[in-house]
Protein backbone atom coordinates (compact mmCIF):
# COMPACT_ATOMS: atom_id res chain seq x y z
CA UNK A 1 0.00 0.00 0.00
CA UNK A 2 1.46 3.32 -1.08
CA UNK A 3 1.58 6.37 1.47
CA UNK A 4 -1.43 8.10 -0.36
CA UNK A 5 -3.43 5.02 -0.10
CA UNK A 6 -2.53 4.80 3.92
CA UNK A 7 -3.74 8.06 4.57
CA UNK A 8 -6.75 8.12 2.52
CA UNK A 9 -8.11 4.68 4.07
CA UNK A 10 -7.62 6.71 7.71
CA UNK A 11 -10.14 9.34 6.60
CA UNK A 12 -12.41 6.84 4.66
CA UNK A 13 -12.39 5.08 7.40
CA UNK A 14 -13.40 7.76 9.79
CA UNK A 15 -16.09 8.84 7.23
CA UNK A 16 -17.47 5.83 7.62
CA UNK A 17 -18.29 6.29 10.94
CA UNK A 18 -19.82 9.72 10.93
CA UNK A 19 -17.02 12.08 11.01
CA UNK A 20 -16.80 15.27 8.57
CA UNK A 21 -12.95 15.69 6.74
CA UNK A 22 -11.55 19.20 7.47
CA UNK A 23 -8.36 20.53 6.03
CA UNK A 24 -4.95 20.74 7.73
CA UNK A 25 -4.60 24.25 10.07
CA UNK A 26 -1.00 26.20 9.18
CA UNK A 27 1.12 24.33 10.83
CA UNK A 28 2.37 27.88 11.46
CA UNK A 29 0.28 29.71 14.57
CA UNK A 30 -1.10 33.35 14.63
CA UNK A 31 -3.35 33.92 16.87
CA UNK A 32 -2.02 31.83 20.33
CA UNK A 33 0.27 33.75 22.65
CA UNK A 34 0.87 29.97 24.13
CA UNK A 35 2.62 28.05 21.23
CA UNK A 36 4.48 29.27 17.80
CA UNK A 37 3.82 26.38 15.68
CA UNK A 38 0.91 23.53 15.25
CA UNK A 39 2.37 20.70 17.72
CA UNK A 40 -0.88 18.43 17.08
CA UNK A 41 -4.01 17.72 15.61
CA UNK A 42 -6.02 19.37 18.53
CA UNK A 43 -4.15 23.01 18.51
CA UNK A 44 -7.14 24.49 15.64
CA UNK A 45 -9.72 22.90 18.12
CA UNK A 46 -8.65 24.39 21.32
CA UNK A 47 -11.43 26.60 21.50
CA UNK A 48 -14.30 23.38 21.24
CA UNK A 49 -12.60 21.76 23.89
CA UNK A 50 -12.81 24.87 26.46
CA UNK A 51 -16.12 25.70 25.56
CA UNK A 52 -15.23 28.97 23.96
CA UNK A 53 -17.07 28.44 21.08
CA UNK A 54 -19.07 25.59 19.10
CA UNK A 55 -17.90 22.94 16.87
CA UNK A 56 -19.65 22.68 13.53
CA UNK A 57 -19.76 19.11 13.25
CA UNK A 58 -19.69 17.05 16.45
CA UNK A 59 -17.25 14.29 14.77
CA UNK A 60 -14.20 15.82 12.78
CA UNK A 61 -10.90 13.65 10.87
CA UNK A 62 -7.87 15.21 9.10
CA UNK A 63 -4.22 14.64 8.75
CA UNK A 64 -2.55 17.99 10.26
CA UNK A 65 0.80 19.25 9.61
CA UNK A 66 2.67 19.41 12.73
CA UNK A 67 5.94 20.63 14.07
CA UNK A 68 7.66 19.97 17.24
CA UNK A 69 10.84 21.67 17.47
CA UNK A 70 10.06 23.92 20.30
CA UNK A 71 8.26 24.46 23.48
CA UNK A 72 6.90 21.54 25.24
CA UNK A 73 7.12 18.87 22.56
CA UNK A 74 10.64 19.45 20.98
CA UNK A 75 12.20 16.73 18.98
CA UNK A 76 14.98 18.16 17.30
CA UNK A 77 17.87 16.49 19.03
CA UNK A 78 16.11 12.81 18.11
CA UNK A 79 15.71 13.51 14.54
CA UNK A 80 18.07 12.26 11.89
CA UNK A 81 19.61 9.97 14.99
CA UNK A 82 16.68 8.08 15.58
CA UNK A 83 14.39 6.74 12.85
CA UNK A 84 11.03 7.75 13.63
CA UNK A 85 10.85 11.42 15.16
CA UNK A 86 10.89 14.24 12.45
CA UNK A 87 10.44 17.89 13.17
CA UNK A 88 7.32 18.20 10.85
CA UNK A 89 4.93 15.49 10.63
CA UNK A 90 1.58 14.55 9.83
CA UNK A 91 -0.52 13.79 12.69
CA UNK A 92 -3.87 11.80 11.56
CA UNK A 93 -6.63 12.23 14.22
CA UNK A 94 -10.31 11.91 14.55
CA UNK A 95 -11.84 14.03 16.97
CA UNK A 96 -15.28 13.84 19.11
CA UNK A 97 -16.65 17.37 20.31
CA UNK A 98 -18.77 16.44 23.21
CA UNK A 99 -20.18 13.19 21.07
CA UNK A 100 -18.96 9.71 21.69
CA UNK A 101 -16.35 8.74 24.58
CA UNK A 102 -13.57 6.02 25.20
CA UNK A 103 -15.66 3.48 24.08
CA UNK A 104 -15.63 4.19 20.59
CA UNK A 105 -12.47 5.56 20.03
CA UNK A 106 -10.74 2.55 21.59
CA UNK A 107 -13.00 0.28 19.51
CA UNK A 108 -12.61 2.09 15.97
CA UNK A 109 -8.98 2.27 16.75
CA UNK A 110 -9.00 -1.53 17.07
CA UNK A 111 -11.26 -2.15 14.23
CA UNK A 112 -8.89 0.23 11.87
CA UNK A 113 -5.82 -0.80 12.80
CA UNK A 114 -6.54 -4.84 12.75
CA UNK A 115 -9.59 -5.23 10.07
CA UNK A 116 -8.67 -2.44 8.27
CA UNK A 117 -4.72 -1.91 8.24
CA UNK A 118 -4.43 -5.75 9.32
CA UNK A 119 -1.86 -5.38 11.72
CA UNK A 120 -0.82 -8.77 13.82
CA UNK A 121 -3.02 -8.76 16.66
CA UNK A 122 -0.46 -9.91 18.76
CA UNK A 123 2.12 -7.05 17.52
CA UNK A 124 0.21 -4.31 19.48
CA UNK A 125 0.75 -3.33 23.02
CA UNK A 126 -1.51 -0.56 24.60
CA UNK A 127 -1.36 1.80 27.75
CA UNK A 128 -3.47 3.27 30.45
CA UNK A 129 -3.16 6.01 32.48
CA UNK A 130 -2.29 4.78 36.00
CA UNK A 131 -3.15 7.77 37.77
CA UNK A 132 -1.87 10.48 39.86
CA UNK A 133 -1.95 10.47 43.68
CA UNK A 134 -0.35 14.24 43.89
CA UNK A 135 -2.79 15.52 41.04
CA UNK A 136 -5.75 13.51 42.81
CA UNK A 137 -6.39 11.44 39.54
CA UNK A 138 -7.32 8.09 39.24
CA UNK A 139 -6.12 5.59 37.27
CA UNK A 140 -8.41 4.88 34.36
CA UNK A 141 -10.21 2.14 34.70
CA UNK A 142 -12.56 2.56 32.17
CA UNK A 143 -10.22 2.70 29.34
CA UNK A 144 -8.72 -0.37 30.86
CA UNK A 145 -11.81 -2.25 30.77
CA UNK A 146 -12.96 -1.06 27.25
CA UNK A 147 -9.66 -2.31 25.79
CA UNK A 148 -9.53 -5.58 28.06
CA UNK A 149 -12.44 -6.81 25.62
CA UNK A 150 -10.18 -6.54 22.34
CA UNK A 151 -6.51 -7.24 23.54
CA UNK A 152 -4.73 -10.02 26.27
CA UNK A 153 -4.22 -8.16 29.84
CA UNK A 154 -0.33 -8.73 29.35
CA UNK A 155 -0.50 -6.37 26.56
CA UNK A 156 -2.12 -3.60 28.34
CA UNK A 157 0.36 -1.71 30.30
CA UNK A 158 0.35 1.31 32.85
CA UNK A 159 1.79 4.41 32.26
CA UNK A 160 2.67 7.16 34.07
CA UNK A 161 1.67 10.61 33.68
CA UNK A 162 4.53 11.73 31.83
CA UNK A 163 3.62 9.38 28.87
CA UNK A 164 -0.10 9.07 29.68
CA UNK A 165 -1.32 12.08 31.27
CA UNK A 166 -1.79 14.68 27.61
CA UNK A 167 -0.69 18.05 27.79
CA UNK A 168 -0.94 20.62 25.13
CA UNK A 169 1.40 22.93 26.61
CA UNK A 170 1.75 24.51 30.20
CA UNK A 171 -1.77 25.72 29.83
CA UNK A 172 -4.71 24.39 27.79
CA UNK A 173 -6.68 21.39 27.18
CA UNK A 174 -5.77 17.93 28.77
CA UNK A 175 -6.50 14.68 29.73
CA UNK A 176 -5.79 11.02 30.57
CA UNK A 177 -4.46 9.04 27.10
CA UNK A 178 -4.38 5.83 25.81
CA UNK A 179 -1.26 4.59 23.58
CA UNK A 180 -1.04 1.88 20.63
CA UNK A 181 2.44 0.41 20.34
CA UNK A 182 3.60 -1.67 17.57
CA UNK A 183 6.23 -4.15 17.96
CA UNK A 184 8.25 -4.46 14.66
CA UNK A 185 11.01 -6.79 15.55
CA UNK A 186 11.20 -9.94 13.93
CA UNK A 187 9.56 -12.72 15.29
CA UNK A 188 13.24 -14.14 16.42
CA UNK A 189 13.78 -11.19 18.48
CA UNK A 190 10.59 -11.78 19.61
CA UNK A 191 10.89 -14.81 20.53
CA UNK A 192 13.76 -14.01 22.80
CA UNK A 193 11.88 -11.64 25.08
CA UNK A 194 8.92 -13.90 25.23
CA UNK A 195 6.41 -13.29 27.61
CA UNK A 196 8.15 -9.78 28.50
CA UNK A 197 6.11 -6.88 27.47
CA UNK A 198 8.21 -3.79 25.74
CA UNK A 199 7.49 -0.37 24.64
CA UNK A 200 9.61 1.96 22.64
CA UNK A 201 11.28 3.37 25.64
CA UNK A 202 13.02 -0.29 26.00
CA UNK A 203 13.26 -0.95 21.84
CA UNK A 204 13.59 1.27 18.68
CA UNK A 205 11.59 -1.03 16.89
CA UNK A 206 8.65 -1.02 19.17
CA UNK A 207 6.82 1.85 17.91
CA UNK A 208 3.97 4.27 19.62
CA UNK A 209 2.04 4.93 16.65
CA UNK A 210 -1.24 6.35 18.35
CA UNK A 211 -2.66 8.37 20.95
CA UNK A 212 -6.05 8.47 22.24
CA UNK A 213 -6.63 11.53 24.35
CA UNK A 214 -9.51 11.30 26.58
CA UNK A 215 -9.98 15.46 27.26
CA UNK A 216 -11.69 16.29 30.66
CA UNK A 217 -9.34 18.94 31.95
CA UNK A 218 -7.91 22.70 31.72
CA UNK A 219 -4.58 23.21 32.79
CA UNK A 220 -4.58 26.88 33.92
CA UNK A 221 -1.94 29.38 34.72
CA UNK A 222 -1.61 28.14 38.93
CA UNK A 223 -1.10 24.74 37.55
CA UNK A 224 -4.11 23.51 38.78
CA UNK A 225 -6.89 21.46 36.51
CA UNK A 226 -10.56 22.42 36.14
CA UNK A 227 -12.96 20.05 34.28
CA UNK A 228 -13.75 20.99 30.78
CA UNK A 229 -17.15 21.47 30.52
CA UNK A 230 -18.25 18.74 28.43
CA UNK A 231 -16.21 15.41 27.30
CA UNK A 232 -14.28 14.91 24.16
CA UNK A 233 -12.05 12.58 22.25
CA UNK A 234 -8.25 13.65 20.40
CA UNK A 235 -6.40 11.17 19.10
CA UNK A 236 -3.45 11.62 17.18
CA UNK A 237 -1.77 8.70 14.91
CA UNK A 238 1.69 9.49 13.38
CA UNK A 239 1.86 8.80 9.86
CA UNK A 240 5.15 8.49 9.18
CA UNK A 241 5.04 5.62 11.82
CA UNK A 242 1.71 4.14 10.71
CA UNK A 243 3.40 3.75 7.06
CA UNK A 244 6.87 2.61 8.08
CA UNK A 245 4.80 0.05 10.08
CA UNK A 246 2.50 -0.96 7.06
CA UNK A 247 4.89 -1.01 4.61
CA UNK A 248 7.25 -3.04 6.92
CA UNK A 249 10.34 -1.14 6.50
CA UNK A 250 12.93 -0.46 9.75
CA UNK A 251 13.09 2.73 9.11
CA UNK A 252 10.27 5.94 8.28
CA UNK A 253 13.22 7.12 5.96
CA UNK A 254 13.00 3.64 3.87
CA UNK A 255 9.14 4.59 2.70
CA UNK A 256 7.91 6.31 0.26
CA UNK A 257 7.57 9.57 1.95
CA UNK A 258 10.82 10.07 2.50
CA UNK A 259 12.32 7.96 -0.96
CA UNK A 260 11.84 11.04 -3.50
CA UNK A 261 13.78 13.95 -1.70
CA UNK A 262 16.78 11.03 -0.54
CA UNK A 263 16.69 9.77 -4.00
CA UNK A 264 17.17 13.15 -5.16
CA UNK A 265 19.53 14.26 -3.16
CA UNK A 266 21.70 11.31 -4.15
CA UNK A 267 21.67 12.72 -7.23
CA UNK A 268 22.89 16.20 -6.64
CA UNK A 269 25.30 14.86 -4.06
CA UNK A 270 26.41 11.32 -5.88
CA UNK A 271 26.30 9.67 -2.71
CA UNK A 272 24.66 6.73 -1.50
CA UNK A 273 21.91 6.91 1.43
CA UNK A 274 22.44 3.76 3.46
CA UNK A 275 25.20 2.16 2.20
CA UNK A 276 28.35 3.89 4.08
CA UNK A 277 29.36 5.70 7.32
CA UNK A 278 26.58 6.39 9.92
CA UNK A 279 27.01 10.32 9.70
CA UNK A 280 26.60 10.59 6.71
CA UNK A 281 23.26 8.83 6.44
CA UNK A 282 21.97 10.85 9.61
CA UNK A 283 23.07 13.73 7.11
CA UNK A 284 20.67 12.04 4.46
CA UNK A 285 17.61 12.11 7.28
CA UNK A 286 18.48 15.65 8.68
CA UNK A 287 18.20 16.34 5.12
CA UNK A 288 15.15 15.10 4.63
CA UNK A 289 13.37 15.52 7.40
CA UNK A 290 14.38 19.33 7.54
CA UNK A 291 13.29 20.41 3.77
CA UNK A 292 9.77 19.49 4.61
CA UNK A 293 9.53 21.31 8.09
CA UNK A 294 11.00 24.79 5.91
CA UNK A 295 8.76 24.51 3.30
CA UNK A 296 5.78 23.89 4.78
CA UNK A 297 6.53 26.62 7.61
CA UNK A 298 7.12 29.10 4.28
CA UNK A 299 4.33 28.10 2.55
CA UNK A 300 2.04 28.57 5.66
CA UNK A 301 3.14 32.11 5.79
CA UNK A 302 6.18 32.36 8.32
CA UNK A 303 9.58 33.15 6.50
CA UNK A 304 12.93 32.44 8.38
CA UNK A 305 14.01 35.70 10.26
CA UNK A 306 15.85 36.71 13.27
CA UNK A 307 13.60 36.61 16.02
CA UNK A 308 10.61 34.41 17.13
CA UNK A 309 9.03 31.61 14.76
CA UNK A 310 11.14 32.80 12.32
CA UNK A 311 14.21 32.05 13.95
CA UNK A 312 13.30 28.77 15.05
CA UNK A 313 12.65 28.24 10.86
CA UNK A 314 16.64 29.71 10.16
CA UNK A 315 18.09 27.38 12.48
CA UNK A 316 16.27 24.27 11.10
CA UNK A 317 17.47 25.44 8.16
CA UNK A 318 20.99 26.32 9.02
CA UNK A 319 21.07 23.13 10.71
CA UNK A 320 20.01 21.46 7.68
CA UNK A 321 22.79 23.14 5.56
CA UNK A 322 25.72 22.16 8.13
CA UNK A 323 24.72 18.84 7.28
CA UNK A 324 25.06 18.45 3.72
CA UNK A 325 27.85 21.55 3.97
CA UNK A 326 30.24 19.07 6.92
CA UNK A 327 29.19 15.04 5.70
CA UNK A 328 27.85 15.27 2.04
CA UNK A 329 30.69 16.91 0.87
CA UNK A 330 28.48 20.01 -0.76
CA UNK A 331 29.65 23.15 -0.68
CA UNK A 332 26.79 24.69 -2.78
CA UNK A 333 23.12 25.49 -1.96
CA UNK A 334 21.43 22.33 -2.39
CA UNK A 335 18.14 22.50 0.01
CA UNK A 336 16.09 24.77 -2.48
CA UNK A 337 16.29 22.15 -5.47
CA UNK A 338 14.30 19.37 -3.20
CA UNK A 339 11.27 22.30 -2.98
CA UNK A 340 10.08 21.32 -6.19
CA UNK A 341 10.30 17.35 -5.24
CA UNK A 342 8.02 18.26 -2.12
CA UNK A 343 5.90 20.53 -3.55
CA UNK A 344 5.26 17.57 -6.99
CA UNK A 345 4.64 14.68 -3.97
CA UNK A 346 1.92 16.57 -1.53
CA UNK A 347 0.62 18.63 -4.19
CA UNK A 348 -3.25 16.81 -3.47
CA UNK A 349 -2.49 16.73 -0.04
CA UNK A 350 -1.36 20.19 0.75
CA UNK A 351 -1.44 22.05 -2.43
CA UNK A 352 -0.37 25.29 -0.64
CA UNK A 353 3.19 24.08 -1.78
CA UNK A 354 2.72 23.81 -5.16
CA UNK A 355 1.06 26.95 -5.47
CA UNK A 356 4.16 28.86 -3.96
CA UNK A 357 6.81 26.89 -5.18
CA UNK A 358 9.13 29.01 -6.87
CA UNK A 359 8.55 31.82 -3.91
CA UNK A 360 9.58 29.11 -1.38
CA UNK A 361 12.69 27.99 -3.35
CA UNK A 362 13.82 31.16 -3.89
CA UNK A 363 13.43 31.74 0.16
CA UNK A 364 14.96 28.81 0.56
CA UNK A 365 18.02 29.60 -2.03
CA UNK A 366 18.66 32.89 -0.45
CA UNK A 367 18.78 31.77 2.82
CA UNK A 368 21.26 28.62 1.97
CA UNK A 369 23.14 31.31 0.27
CA UNK A 370 23.64 33.59 3.05
CA UNK A 371 24.83 31.22 5.49
CA UNK A 372 26.66 29.80 3.13
CA UNK A 373 29.20 32.87 3.28
CA UNK A 374 29.94 32.41 6.91
CA UNK A 375 29.82 28.43 7.47
CA UNK A 376 32.91 27.90 6.36
CA UNK A 377 34.50 30.72 8.30
CA UNK A 378 32.61 29.91 11.51
CA UNK A 379 33.13 25.96 11.40
CA UNK A 380 37.09 26.94 11.28
CA UNK A 381 36.74 29.26 14.06
CA UNK A 382 35.22 26.73 16.76
CA UNK A 383 37.56 23.88 15.47
CA UNK A 384 40.23 26.18 15.97
CA UNK A 385 38.98 26.89 19.29
CA UNK A 386 38.02 23.34 20.63
CA UNK A 387 42.00 22.59 19.16
CA UNK A 388 43.18 24.95 21.60
CA UNK A 389 41.37 24.42 24.20
CA UNK A 390 42.41 23.38 27.82
CA UNK A 391 39.02 21.86 28.71
CA UNK A 392 36.74 20.70 26.32
CA UNK A 393 34.02 23.15 26.88
CA UNK A 394 32.75 26.26 24.42
CA UNK A 395 32.65 29.45 26.46
CA UNK A 396 29.32 32.09 26.26
CA UNK A 397 31.22 34.89 24.75
CA UNK A 398 32.88 32.44 22.04
CA UNK A 399 29.39 30.71 21.39
CA UNK A 400 28.01 34.25 21.33
CA UNK A 401 30.74 35.08 18.58
CA UNK A 402 29.86 32.24 16.56
CA UNK A 403 26.18 33.48 16.43
CA UNK A 404 26.73 37.15 16.07
CA UNK A 405 29.50 37.39 13.71
CA UNK A 406 29.18 33.64 11.44
CA UNK A 407 25.21 33.02 11.92
CA UNK A 408 25.64 30.24 14.12
CA UNK A 409 22.58 29.53 15.97
CA UNK A 410 23.32 27.93 19.63
CA UNK A 411 22.26 24.78 19.12
CA UNK A 412 24.29 24.20 15.89
CA UNK A 413 27.51 25.36 17.95
CA UNK A 414 26.23 23.23 20.92
CA UNK A 415 25.77 20.63 18.28
CA UNK A 416 29.44 20.76 16.35
CA UNK A 417 30.74 20.94 19.76
CA UNK A 418 28.70 17.75 20.83
CA UNK A 419 30.41 15.95 18.62
CA UNK A 420 33.55 16.65 19.80
CA UNK A 421 33.01 15.39 23.30
CA UNK A 422 32.40 19.46 24.04
CA UNK A 423 29.81 20.96 26.11
CA UNK A 424 28.72 24.25 25.67
CA UNK A 425 28.39 27.26 28.37
CA UNK A 426 24.67 28.14 27.51
CA UNK A 427 24.02 30.69 30.47
CA UNK A 428 27.24 32.66 29.73
CA UNK A 429 25.89 32.73 26.35
CA UNK A 430 22.73 34.46 27.05
CA UNK A 431 24.95 36.85 29.18
CA UNK A 432 26.66 38.22 26.40
CA UNK A 433 23.69 37.81 23.97
CA UNK A 434 21.70 40.11 26.82
CA UNK A 435 24.96 42.70 26.69
CA UNK A 436 24.57 43.05 22.84
CA UNK A 437 20.72 43.64 23.46
CA UNK A 438 21.18 46.31 26.12
CA UNK A 439 23.84 47.69 23.64
CA UNK A 440 21.98 48.60 20.73
CA UNK A 441 18.36 48.86 22.69
CA UNK A 442 18.13 51.95 20.93
CA UNK A 443 18.00 50.10 17.39
CA UNK A 444 14.30 48.99 16.70
CA UNK A 445 13.06 45.60 15.86
CA UNK A 446 11.52 44.92 12.72
CA UNK A 447 8.71 41.79 13.17
CA UNK A 448 9.61 40.84 9.99
CA UNK A 449 13.71 40.15 11.35
CA UNK A 450 15.25 41.10 7.62
CA UNK A 451 12.39 40.82 5.11
CA UNK A 452 9.89 43.45 4.02
CA UNK A 453 6.49 42.51 2.99
CA UNK A 454 5.74 45.07 -0.29
CA UNK A 455 2.14 43.26 -1.29
CA UNK A 456 -0.20 42.11 0.75
CA UNK A 457 -2.38 41.05 -2.42
CA UNK A 458 -0.24 40.53 -5.08
CA UNK A 459 -0.85 41.00 -8.52
CA UNK A 460 1.53 39.94 -11.15
CA UNK A 461 3.76 42.56 -10.67
CA UNK A 462 8.09 42.31 -9.94
CA UNK A 463 8.99 42.31 -7.17
CA UNK A 464 13.09 41.32 -6.89
CA UNK A 465 11.95 37.21 -6.85
CA UNK A 466 10.24 35.63 -9.73
CA UNK A 467 7.09 34.50 -8.45
CA UNK A 468 4.70 31.76 -8.93
CA UNK A 469 2.02 33.66 -11.53
CA UNK A 470 -1.06 30.91 -10.63
CA UNK A 471 -0.16 31.48 -6.45
CA UNK A 472 -3.31 33.35 -5.46
CA UNK A 473 -2.77 33.90 -1.51
CA UNK A 474 1.31 34.76 -1.53
CA UNK A 475 2.42 37.83 -0.09
CA UNK A 476 5.16 38.93 -1.97
CA UNK A 477 8.27 40.15 -0.33
CA UNK A 478 11.78 41.52 -1.08
CA UNK A 479 15.05 41.11 0.78
CA UNK A 480 16.53 44.46 2.25
P1 LIG B 1 7.07 9.94 21.37
O1 LIG B 1 6.91 9.34 22.74
O2 LIG B 1 7.46 8.93 20.33
O3 LIG B 1 7.95 11.15 21.38
P2 LIG B 1 4.71 11.42 21.85
O4 LIG B 1 4.15 10.61 22.98
O5 LIG B 1 5.47 12.62 22.21
O6 LIG B 1 5.62 10.45 20.91
P3 LIG B 1 2.07 12.28 21.12
O7 LIG B 1 2.10 13.65 21.67
O8 LIG B 1 1.34 11.25 21.86
O9 LIG B 1 3.56 11.79 20.80
O10 LIG B 1 1.54 12.41 19.60
C1 LIG B 1 0.70 11.47 18.94
C2 LIG B 1 1.43 10.66 17.89
O11 LIG B 1 2.18 11.49 16.99
C3 LIG B 1 2.46 9.71 18.46
O12 LIG B 1 1.87 8.53 18.91
C4 LIG B 1 3.38 9.48 17.27
O13 LIG B 1 2.89 8.47 16.42
C5 LIG B 1 3.33 10.80 16.53
N1 LIG B 1 4.52 11.62 16.81
C6 LIG B 1 4.79 12.31 17.93
N2 LIG B 1 5.93 13.00 17.82
C7 LIG B 1 6.40 12.74 16.57
C8 LIG B 1 7.52 13.17 15.85
N3 LIG B 1 8.40 14.03 16.36
N4 LIG B 1 7.69 12.71 14.59
C9 LIG B 1 6.81 11.85 14.04
N5 LIG B 1 5.71 11.41 14.67
C10 LIG B 1 5.50 11.84 15.92
MG1 LIG C 1 7.48 13.00 22.14
MG1 LIG D 1 5.24 8.94 23.92
MG1 LIG E 1 2.27 9.85 23.11
Not at 197 to 208: G, M, S
Not at 231 to 256: A, I, P, W
Not at 388 to 412: H, I, M, S, W
Not at 416 to 442: L, N
Request: net charge negative.
Amino acid sequence: MTAPEIRQQFLDFFVSKGHHIVPSAPIVVKNDPTLLFTNAGMNQFKDYFLGNRAAAWKRVVDTQKCLRVSGKHNDLEEVGIDTYHHTMFEMLGNWSFGDYFKKEAIDWSWELLTEVYKIPKDRLYVTVFEGDAKENLEKDQEAYDFWKKHISEDRILMGNKKDNFWEMGDTGPCGPCSEIHVDCRPDSERALVDGKTRVNADDPQVIEIWNNVFMQFNRLKDKSLEPLPAKHVDTGMGFERLVRVLQGKNSNYDTDIFSGTIEHTEKLTGLKYGRTDSKQDVAFRVLADHIRAICFAIADGQLPSNNGAGYVIRRILRRAVRYYYSFLNRKTPLLHELVPVLAQQFATVFPELQLQVDFVTKVVFEEENNFLRTLESGIRRIEDFMGNAKQKAVDGRTAFELYDTYGFPYDLTSLIASEKGFSVDEKGFEVAMEEQKTRSRAATELDMGDWTVLDENPVSVFVGYELSETATSVTKYRKI
